[in-house]
Structure formats: structure tokens, C-alpha cells
């Protein structure tokens, strides 16, 4: 039997809003927030407000990588019960964008009046980072390339023994996009990729900064990969409309992202 490499659990995967309710239980209301576990290594792409349901204890500190700033991915962030533990540390590591300020940038909103205390007086160790790739942790390998977003949006990377998981939210497909994703994601053992909008949606709102399960199909054939993960839900899509997108998608390695979901590398 061959070891796992990467356990991912699917904390959100609902797109710019948390919902609630009957009809989203199945794939569920957090927003973006994903937890890698890569042997003694913790990774969490984005954090949205699944990161409230995250465990707070791992064998070594985790890093919290953000693809960017929207605040549905970053939403988790101040309650988020590790970083309010003494002696805990968390270290999170921000997108650079355009402005080149993120650290500062993330330090306005947590901060009053809109946060009670700054995300390194909640109690807990945090030390926040502007990203810089590629970046070691042990030995997961992580990457970023910039995507297709309103305002950018980071593709994310993670490399281990072989193994390769990536990270492309908030991505819109555009000719130029798809061929910068196509050169990081190429032979990716699995490709969490936002499947938001239906091709109707998209061709009303190509700039809106997302994409379609449709052209996560096109891209894992053309880029070789095993499998996708759709992730990024409207907000407006129910249960019973995401379940039968992915019938008539008809591909086993591809399916939407369900809350609690694991998946093993
Ligand atoms: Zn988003
Ligand atoms: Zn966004």
C-alpha cells in the first residue's frame, strides 16, 4: 500500500460569502479554506471561514498561505482558536500585490473599527510574512504564479515526494491564463480549480475573475491531470444544482468540493 503523501480536508469551499442553510449542507457554506497535511508539515490555502473549524494542534507550526486578499479568503483569520493560544505559533504568509504593502494591508483590517486587536494580540505567536517563492517547509516544496483575478490572485503549489497538489482559485480563464496555468499545473496528481461559474455565467461576466468546471475538464486533459476538485461555489448555487452539474460533467476524477470532504494523496 502506498503511503499518503498530501491529506487534504475541504474546511470551505464556498465562494465570496458564507451561506447556511438545508439546501447547502451537502457541499457546504465556509468559505475558501483548505488544510494540507503533508507528513509533519501543515499547510492551509487560504482563510476563509473554514478556518473556524480548523484543529488548532499540529507537530509543527502551520503556515497559512492567502492567494490573495478578497475577504472571503480571509475572513477566518480572527477566529481562528490557535492563534489565541499562548505559546502557539502560526506563521502567514501574504500574496505581494500591485501595491507591494500586504503585510500592512492585512494589519488595516484587523484593526479597529473593524476587528477588535491585531491578528499578533489575539494571544497565540503569529508572525505574518510577505510571500516570497519558492519556499521549503521541510520537504514540501511550495510555489506561487500569479493567475487571473481582479486585483490578482496567486496559483499555489505544494510538492512532495513527488506529489503535486495546486491551488488556483479565483482564477479566470483567459488564453494567456490558461497557458501560465498549464506550465504550473501540468502532471498535478489533483488541481483544486474554481469552477464558479456556469458557462452561461461566464460568457455574461468573462472579467469577473472565474471560471468553469467545463474548462477545468478541457485543462486536465490538455495538461495531463489525474484529478480536479471544483471549488469556489456561487453562493446562489444549491445542493441539488451543484449535484447535477457534476452528473452531467460525467467524470469520476472530477467533482465539486464537499465541507469535511478528505482527500489523500
Ligand atoms: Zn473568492
Ligand atoms: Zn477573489
Redesign the pocket.
Known amino acids: 500500500m502506498s503511503q499518503e503523501v498530501f491529506q487534504i480536508t475541504v474546511l470551505g469551499a464556498r465562494?465570496?460569502i458564507p451561506v447556511s442553510g438545508e439546501d447547502t449542507a451537502l457541499f457546504g457554506g465556509a468559505?475558501?479554506c483548505y488544510m494540507v497535511r503533508a507528513g509533519d508539515e501543515t499547510v492551509f490555502l487560504d482563510a476563509?471561514s473554514g478556518l473556524w473549524s480548523a484543529p488548532v494542534d499540529f507537530p509543527r507550526p502551520p503556515v497559512i498561505l492567502l492567494s490573495?486578499l478578497?475577504l472571503?479568503?480571509m475572513v477566518g483569520l480572527g477566529m481562528y482558536g490557535r492563534m489565541m493560544q499562548p505559546g502557539k505559533r502560526t506563521e502567514i504568509y501574504l500574496p505581494v500585490q500591485s501595491d507591494g504593502i500586504a503585510v500592512q494591508t492585512l494589519e488595516r483590517l484587523y484593526s479597529p473599527p473593524f476587528w477588535p486587536k491585531p491578528l499578533t494580540e489575539l494571544g497565540g505567536e503569529v508572525a505574518v510574512y510577505a510571500q516570497q517563492f519558492p519556499l521549503e517547509l521541510c520537504d514540501v516544496a511550495i510555489d506561487g504564479t500569479e493567475g487571473s483575478h481582479p486585483g490578482g490572485c496567486m496559483i499555489l503549489r505544494l510538492r512532495r515526494h513527488g506529489k503535486t497538489v495546486v491551488y488556483a482559485?479565483?482564477f479566470c480563464h483567459t488564453q494567456q491564463s490558461e497557458e501560465a496555468l498549464l506550465s504550473f499545473a501540468a502532471g498535478a496528481d489533483l488541481l483544486l480549480y474554481d469552477g464558479q461559474f456556469t458557462p452561461a455565467e461566464f460568457a455574461a461576466r468573462p472579467l469577473a475573475g472565474h471560471s468553469t468546471a467545463e474548462k477545468a475538464v478541457e485543462l486536465m486533459e490538455r495538461g495531463n491531470i489525474r484529478r480536479v476538485l471544483l471549488i469556489?461555489h456561487g453562493p446562489g448555487s444549491a445542493d441539488a444544482v451543484l449535484a447535477a452539474r457534476e452528473a452531467a460533467l460525467g467524470r469520476e476524477n472530477v467533482r465539486y468540493a464537499r465541507q469535511g470532504q478528505v482527500i489523500s494523496i
Open positions: 465562494g465570496s468559505t475558501s476563509g490573495h478578497h472571503d479568503h482559485t479565483d469556489h
